[in-house]
């Protein structure tokens, strides 16, 4: 009996239980419809409630008590095992552990140290314990809650009201689940950066003027140069947007009959399906030679100058991500727009104005700040962008205001910290948290800046 | 037709032959023809989707916003087509104002707001002419006295019924000659509606006032001339005292008597 039950993985066990529940949901079901003879008006929830409902108590206090013992064993073990080993032991052991397996092999077993090999034996008992007990608890469980919800099951009892409120707790589970993993995520990052910051000067880091990575140690890991990149390329990438994007919602939104609209809307959601490498691979292949030919190669060049050299530059890039965020720019605006009311445009052509004063001067300043929302939210994906700037804003570090140069953001940094062959403890690695860290709080900044924005704009009309 | 119960020798500030209106492929208004005074009060009433407030919006060419609305016919102010080509929807909508049903106060200052018609017409030449004119126009909105204090706060932020004061107001800034007004009082409490109702009295005195309406009393007590539609059609229009007291048209007389409606 205790073999088969700690034969029983976790697989199992769940298929088990929810074979338990589906029993338990064919039962109550039955017995409901059985204690009032055929006459469902006289329950009081429809019948596949009280199935529900017993398959519900059947099912999640023994998934939960499995879920919370997967957990906690193997800790558990872990403690009660460690205990055995004498504290100078147990360190010697993983010591001598390579060396002993440089041996290769069956050598290795008479050299174990005779505590060692109780422990083990030990941990090995105690873990097919575990799972015995584990199988006959969670087992015991589900049937006991199958048998207490069939003797709940009576016409008076509030079948509807219980399933409802499972189906609450599911989704506040969903919720949680998503906002944990942010915080988990954040943690990670966190514990990582102070790593980092253990190991390298945070004087030096965020004040520090130059970049220069070294895996020999000793290395310059300022963020300022890689910052001063990312908001240079994240601005012209605005220029581009900004302008482009808001006269483009302004036409479909104001302008644009329905056809035009339902044409041309879906072409420029188009360019926000295209997949970032692509745009990455057209800055490289395509703008950075173009501007190359216009703004270098000296007297063969378009203007006959030779103030740019290489095809990769904080112009290639940011022209490049300021088309991909037109769509973005220009969807949010466009319902933006559509969402100052009627009544305001009316109200401007009743006095005699003309379509493009009423635009100007009545639907933009009613739309302007959830505008500026959009426009936040572009800004905090521009600074974000990877793929882009990897292929065409060049890998060199340096804090400069000329356009024509090659330059690198936060996130090619993060890309080519973490690519290769890395030392997770050398400041050259962990630098990468650092630098995401930052990364994510400057992004997080903006767009609760920017939902605040277009949640009191949002306020103004409801 | 009944329309035209005319008195003789004085010219109709609006004079409005066979208007047709269509939206898309229905028909709104059908064949109306009416003759609307200057200084006086005209109400249109009737049950809801009868085409009154269509017929309005004909006259300062505001269906011309809408993309399916078609309109036939001959709609004259002072004798001048403003159907005609030449004619700027424009320039027509500076001289024939329009109030609204809702309270449309625009998302600015309460100063600015009464100023939005008269500086895109670019009636001040400087700023103290336009502070005239603002002050005068929220004068003749019976609305001064509550908020010259705070002309620079939100207009938004004013009541219901000082919001439509000030739209009012706003309409009356440009000098219009004709002040349309599409139940303006329909989102007003009774003390508000009062006040409206006082104003656009007053408001007679320098213009041809055309007041659409769901309230007959409403209509009895504001206007000298009332217009009934019904499904499209212009079915009475007369003297309002004489509409109420002895409607000729069995239709005029079952609405008002609540039987239809």
């Known amino acids: ?462 | 037709m009944t329309a035209n119960a005319e008195a003789p020798g004085t010219e109709p500030k609006i004079s409005a032959r066979n208007v047709q209106v269509y939206y898309g492929d229905t028909h709104a208004i059908k064949d109306v023809s009416v003759d609307i005074e200057d200084k006086t009060v005209t109400a249109f009433i009737g049950p809801s989707g009868c085409g009154k407030s269509t017929f309005l919006r004909c006259i300062n060419r505001m269906n011309d916003t809408i993309d399916v609305a078609r309109v036939e016919g001959d709609i004259r102010i002072d004798g001048e087509d403003i159907y005609d080509r030449r004619v700027d929807p424009v320039q027509l909508r500076a001289k024939v104002g329009m109030v609204f049903q809702k309270p449309n106060p625009f998302p600015k200052s309460i100063y600015d707001n009464v100023a939005y018609g008269p500086r895109i017409h670019g009636l001040a030449r400087n700023k103290a002419e336009l502070d005239d004119i603002v002050e005068r126009a929220l004068r003749r909105g019976a609305i001064w006295d509550e908020v010259k204090d705070r002309l620079s706060a939100p207009g938004t932020g004013l009541s219901g019924g000082q919001q439509q004061r000030l739209c009012i107001a706003r309409a009356v800034a440009t000098e219009p000659e004709v002040l349309l007004m599409d139940e303006p009082c329909s989102a007003l409490d009774p003390i508000a509606t009062a006040q409206v109702e006082e104003l656009i009295d007053e408001l007679r005195q320098n213009y041809s006032v055309v007041i659409v309406t769901h309230s007959m009393q409403q209509a009895a007590r504001v206007s000298q001339k009332t217009a009934f539609f019904h499904l499209g059609h212009l079915v009475e229009y007369g003297e309002t005292d004489r509409i109420f007291t002895a409607p000729e048209d069995p239709r005029t007389e079952s609405y008002i008597t609540g039987r239809i409606g």
Not at chain 1, 98 to 109: E, N
């Open chain 1, 1 to 462: 009996m205790i073999e088969l039950l700690s034969a029983a993985n976790a697989g199992v066990l769940t298929l088990l239980i929810l074979a338990l529940a589906a029993l338990a949901y064919v039962l109550a079901r039955h017995r409901a419809l059985r204690a009032v003879d055929g006459d469902v008006r006289r329950l009081h929830s429809l019948p596949s409630y009280y199935g529900y409902a017993a398959a519900m108590l059947t099912a999640v206090p023994a998934l939960l008590v499995l879920a919370v013992w997967l957990i906690v064993q193997p800790w558990l073990v872990q403690m009660q095992v460690a205990q055995t080993i004498p504290a100078a032991d147990g360190a010697r052991a993983v010591e001598t552990l390579p060396a002993l397996l440089s041996d290769a092999g069956i050598a290795l077993g008479g050299t174990l140290e005779p505590a060692i090999v109780e422990a083990a034996q030990q941990h090995a008992r105690l873990r097919a314990l575990g799972h015995a007990g584990r199988s006959l608890v969670v087992l015991v469980l589900a049937i006991a809650g199958l048998v207490a919800a069939l003797r709940m099951t009576d016409p008076t009892f509030r079948a509807r009201n219980t399933v409802e409120s499972g189906v609450r707790a599911l989704l506040i589970l969903a919720a949680s689940l998503a906002i944990l993993t942010t915080v988990g995520i954040v943690l990670s990052m966190l514990f990582e950066s102070i790593n980092f910051f253990r190991a390298h000067p945070w004087q030096d880091f965020f004040f520090g003027d130059s970049w220069s990575p070294n895996f020999r140690g000793d290395s310059d890991l300022s963020i300022l140069p890689l910052l001063w990149g990312t908001l240079y390329i994240s601005f012209i990438a605005l220029a581009v947007a900004v302008p482009i994007g808001l006269y483009a919602a302004i036409y479909l939104s104001e302008y644009a009959n329905n056809r035009v609209r339902s044409i041309a809307k879906p072409l420029l959601e188009i360019l926000a399906g295209i997949p970032t490498i692509v745009y990455g691979l057209f800055a490289l292949l395509t703008v950075g030679p173009f501007l190359v030919s216009v703004f270098g190669r000296g007297e063969d060049g378009l203007l006959g100058v030779d103030w740019m050299n290489g095809a990769t530059s904080v112009l290639t890039a940011g022209l490049v991500m300021g088309i991909m965020l037109i769509p973005f720019v220009s969807s949010l605006s466009d319902d933006i727009i559509n969402a100052v009311p009627q009544s305001l445009r009316d109200g401007s052509y009743g006095l005699g104005a003309t379509h493009s004063e009423t635009i100007r001067q009545v639907v933009l300043p009613a739309a302007l700040p959830g505008i500026v929302g959009a426009i936040l939210l572009a800004a905090s994906r521009a600074i974000g962008e990877t793929m882009i700037v990897v292929l065409g804003a060049g890998a060199i570090a340096r804090i400069s205001a000329n356009p024509f140069e090659a330059m690198t953001t936060i996130t090619t940094r993060i890309v080519s910290q973490l690519t290769g062959d890395t030392d997770f403890a050398s400041p050259e690695t962990l630098v990468a948290f650092a630098l995401g860290l930052t990364l994510f709080v400057l992004t997080l900044a903006l767009n609760v800046l920017a939902l605040y924005i277009v949640r009191r704009y949002r306020e103004q009309y409801e």
